[in-house]
């Protein structure tokens, strides 16, 4: 599986973003596509998980009501909708990959810089 994800950039606090991860390489039914996010200096945290086969979304408390991922699955594509953005949501934001119920992943998006000014 290749991952491969956009839509970073640099924005002011309160807009919104929306980044994608195209998925290729392989059937995706008993996978999970995870984003997550380091910011400098800071662990690499944990944002939302979807479930390819059947939708069901998982998101870091913190984040609930600001923060939507979704799949489209005519585009292999996995989104994460933000919304209300704030400076500490600066970070790299990674899509990655994992087996259903599996702690780790086994691939990797490159990255993609979310920059919020205040």
């Known amino acids: 599986v290749q991952l491969q994800a956009s839509g970073g950039g640099l924005v002011q606090a309160g807009d919104s973003l929306r980044l994608s991860c195209e998925v290729s390489g392989r059937t995706l039914s008993r996978y999970l596509i995870d984003w997550v996010r380091q910011a400098p200096g800071k662990e690499r945290e944990f944002v939302a998980s979807?479930?390819?086969?059947?939708?069901?979304?998982y998101y870091a408390d913190s984040l609930k009501g600001r923060f939507t991922i979704s799949r489209d699955k005519a585009k292999n594509t996995v989104y994460l909708q933000m919304n209300s953005l704030k400076p500490e949501d600066t970070a790299v934001y990674y899509c990655?990959?994992?087996?259903?119920?599996?702690?780790?992943?086994?691939?990797w998006g490159q990255g993609t810089l979310v920059t919020v000014s205040s």
């Open positions: 990655a990959a994992k087996v259903l119920y599996s702690e780790s992943y086994f691939a």
């Open positions: 979807i479930r390819w086969s059947g939708g069901i979304t």
